[in-house]
């Protein structure tokens, strides 16, 4: 008789959910890029500001724990630069993995590539899209496929807690749970 262990060695289409984690680096370097980075790709801010909600973004690229990101915040905090550019520099430097994000307005159908992310900026600007009389939520297909395909998720908002619990149904929602939730908090570096 087969005993599960054989099943577990033997059977190559189950294979376990994996989530890659990304050890980036001590502490102190990924700050000091991440700062670097900031500087350099974000010049509309006269002078950089270390906001207390960095830390914990650099802390995740420290050691991402196989989560991925979602950073929440008001308009002007630097959100979409720090997926956008930042995070991209860093990983782009340690791993040499190329990463890009797609504007949640613009996300049309999951690029199912091999890519292990999926990266949305400015999550609840898009529109749910009809194709031939089917509403397709690009952003709940998106979130879903990254849970099935155990690909890492990195998403901006600028919606509070409430509002995404209002936007989204639940399966959604719990999807998310996938991600360290870093909320960013301060006023808008834009004059």
């Known amino acids: 008789m087969r005993t599960i262990e054989d099943t577990f060695k033997n059977a190559d289409f189950l294979q376990p959910k994996v989530y890659n984690r990304y050890k980036l680096g001590a502490r102190e370097e990924i700050k000091e890029m991440f700062i670097k980075s900031f500087e350099y790709y974000d010049r509309t801010v006269d002078k950089y500001k270390h906001l207390p909600a960095y ?32 995070i991209p520099a ?51 297909d998106a979130i879903s496929y990254a849970e099935d395909s155990s ?13 995404l619990k209002e936007r989204y149904d639940e399966r959604t929602l ?16 834009r004059n």
């Open 55 to 86: 830390d914990e973004i650099i802390d995740w690229m420290v050691d991402t724990k196989g989560k991925g990101l979602m950073l929440m915040g008001e308009c002007g905090l630097g959100k979409s630069t720090i997926l956008n550019f930042v």
């Open 90 to 140: 860093i990983f782009r430097t340690r791993t040499n993995k190329i990463l890009r994000s797609v504007p949640a307005k613009e996300l049309g159908a999951v690029d199912r590539n091999k890519a292990p992310f999926i990266i949305v900026d400015d999550l609840g600007t898009e529109s749910i899209k009809n194709d031939y009389g089917t509403k397709i939520d690009a952003v709940a």
């Open 151 to 163: 690909k890492t998720l990195l998403i901006t908002t600028n919606l509070t807690p409430q509002a």
């Open 174 to 189: 719990d999807r998310l749970r996938k991600c360290k939730v870093v909320i960013i908090k301060g006023k808008s570096f």
